[in-house]
């Protein structure tokens, strides 16, 4: 079952001394986080006042912050944003979407495993996948992904060798 929230970046510290916050983002870049105007810490709706990146933080000031003092009790807070809130490009999804879908090999028909952990270098994901006592480093690029089927649960891959790696 999909979470209604999606933990979306961790608040690092504070900037300045207007109860301003700075938040590590976990998505594609800082700018992503900077569109909403609700983030929630705790599950606790928190509105923003502004949001701006600063190379790879979000300086974002919440409603009712407003000293030094008040920032610093959120630090290593998660952020969330609820999912409804969010909209990606087609053929984009949230990573939390993935990990636990069945993955099959296209050429058998037969699964693999499944998504246990997505890496996040710099280039592109790898999708780490587990199961019948294998384990697969796939890169997300689409000559190894076929299909991307959220609802559905699953992945299909097109493997070759040397995608599997030593459990």
């Known amino acids: 079952m ?5 933990e979306t970046g961790a608040i690092a510290g504070t900037h300045g001394v ?4 700075r938040i590590i983002p976990w998505a594609d870049s800082p700018s992503f986080l900077c569109q909403f105007s609700t983030l929630y810490l705790d599950g606790r709706a928190m509105t923003v006042t502004s949001a701006r990146p600063d190379k790879t933080m979000v300086l974002c ?5 407003d000293t030094v003092e008040a920032a610093m009790k959120l630090k290593g807070k998660v952020v969330s944003i609820d999912r409804k809130d969010a909209s990606l490009p087609a053929g984009q999804y949230f990573l939390a979407d993935l990990v636990g879908l069945d993955v099959l090999d296209t050429a058998t ?4 495993g499944q ?8 280039a592109h994901p790898v999708y780490v996948v587990k199961g019948g006592g294998k384990s697969y480093m796939i890169p997300a690029v689409p000559a190894f992904i076929a299909e991307t089927n959220t609802k559905g649960g699953y992945l299909k891959v097109n493997l070759i060798e040397g995608l599997e790696t030593d459990v």
């Not at 207007?18 to 916050?21: D, P």
């Open 109 to 112: 028909g037969s699964s693999i």
């Open 2 to 6: 999909r979470s209604q929230y999606l």
């Open 18 to 21: 207007r109860g301003e916050v």
């Open 115 to 122: 998504i246990t952990e997505i890496l996040t270098p710099p």
């Open 61 to 65: 000031k919440f409603q009712g912050v």
